[in-house]
């Protein structure tokens, strides 16, 4: 595996904070869909050598819980709240322009890699629906034209910055 | 009329000011109940939290102090404390701002938790979905523990334990406590059954572990600092201390609310506190406790009786918002998680899009859930989007009624009360789906 010196550390920091290193499979697999983008074959074998166990016992890990994923995906990871709050206050009105903007469906990526496009279930931030997250941030209060700006940028940058464009960068 | 809230959990958050930085904490007196509490003796804590009646915060309403009299302590091995922050019951969002914006609040409650249950090593579950607050808590976990707040010999008691931030990864069930524990063994989250797997005696890695809620934990701290008999007059009987309680959906001031329990009806709180509904329109219904709560109709009238066998006839509006209240009225009061619905609102599409949640979030594990959820799902989103037929109104019922009872977990209950409340009680309007012009979909779209 080749693995960011600072993913290596972090795993070697996280794995003696657990009385039993097999609870230490979530946040490797965590770190190493971080660091790759998404989690393959390889990575569930090492992660399953790392703390001793069979690869069946980190695939069934990996395909049980939604965010860890085993293809990459965009270069922004969207995820906007299906919910009922969220739908309430035109949740699903925010889906078509999404759509429109990104020319892909819910679930699907971009044509120009710029971002994946998923329904999350409730984020907790009810009272300030429809919200979605952008990565690792919380966008509240949602309205249609504040996010066919947002998607604007995030396609801009992406034809910028594409020297830096890793796929499924979810950092 | 202005109601004004009794914020203890929330007290400094939102203040001008107030940041969630240690030093700003301990200004404000942080940390002095663990510093109290190590000086008592465990058993007291434990008796304190009995005697306050304090019950949990995340959904079932159990006593924790009863919780925590279940502990195993004669078995010899280590005794763990987990906090649920989990938090991801439709329409819930108070853990959050505990976490972001008073994530000491929460550390102080847990380090009182652990030392009364003189745990060996006390974990946070955090959902996924919250990165920025399981940074939050990782940082004030590392500057409470070079303040000797938590970690080695705590404040010189000779008593030690850590925290561990352990995040999930999207999987609602996990906020199921022996979901929970098993994700946190590394597993798939499937609910253990109880008898025997009670966590108290049999949770994490086989042994006694307590699971408390967020907001439960924080309240442990306050049932310390003013102690178990004066924390017992706060709220109602039965029903003591403060709640929070999260409005969304369709009222004009959406937000979250601190009361003691029972200081207010349902009524004050949509429409007094959260400004009711939007101008021109009219409330349907509300969903009170978390989407898996039984939905209550706006024009219902709820007659039963209490526990204390008072005799109780009440519209919506005269709901008192507590536990017991609302379970006399077929409800319950759950995460705390209203949710309003004005006349925009079709009940199908309402429950289309619950069904749609819970039969993403079944575990798979029991047949009737995993396929029963599923089958409500499809039932409903085909009534939603123009197919719906006169059989399907009691074929969703029998589906309901076939899951409720019959699962390991309480999530078979979750996702069968949605669908049997809402279709017992808006029968109507989903029989009359089938006779509607299948090309036209009105009101919101929420499927």
Known sequence: ?171 | MAISEQRVILKHVDEPGYDPGIECYVRHGGYETLRKAVGMQPEEICRGVEVSEVRGRGGAGFPAGMKWKFLDRKSGKPIYLICNADESEPGTFKDRQIMHKDPHQLIEGMMVSAFAIQAALAFIYIREEMPQAARILEAAIDEARARGFVGEDILGSGYSCEIVVHRGAAAYICGEETGLIESLEGKRAYPRIKPPYFPAALGLYQCPTIVNNVETLCHVKHVVAIGGEAFARTGSPGNTGTRIWCVSGHVQRPGYYEFECGALTLGEMIHDVCGGVHPGRSLKAVIPGGSSAKILRADERFTGKLKDGTEFDWGLNDIPLDFDSLMACGSMSGSGGIIVMDDRVDMVEALANINAFYSHESCGQCTPCREGSLWMKKITKRMAEGGARTEDTDLLLSIGDQIAGRTICAFGEACAWPTQSFVSKFRDEFLAKASEDSGKRKGLRLV
């Not at chain 1, 960011?4 to 946040?27: L, N």
């Not at chain 1, 971080?34 to 074998?45: F, K, T």
């Not at chain 1, 949602?142 to 499924?168: F, K, P, Q, W, Y």
């Open chain 1, 1 to 171: 595996m080749n693995l960011r010196a600072e993913t290596m550390e972090h795993i070697d920091a996280t794995i003696p904070r657990y009385p039993h290193k097999r609870s230490a499979v979530m946040p490797l697999l965590h770190a190493v869909q971080r660091d790759q983008g998404y989690i393959s074959n390889e990575a569930i074998a090492w992660v399953a050598g790392k703390l001793g166990l069979e690869p069946v016992n980190v695939y069934e890990v990996v395909t049980f819980y939604p965010f860890f994923r085993q293809a990459p995906i965009g270069r922004r990871h969207i995820r906007l709240c299906r919910t009922l709050s969220c739908a309430l206050c035109g949740g699903f009105g925010i889906a078509e322009v999404l759509e429109e903007a990104f020319e892909c469906r819910m679930g699907e990526t971009a044509p120009d890699g710029s971002a994946t496009l998923e329904w999350a279930e409730c984020l907790a931030s009810c009272d300030k629906g429809p919200v979605l997250m952008l990565d690792d941030d919380l966008h509240e209060n949602l309205t249609e034209e504040g996010v066919r700006e947002l998607a604007r940028t995030i396609r801009a940058e992406n034809a910028e910055g594409s020297d830096s464009s890793m796929t499924g960068n979810n950092s």
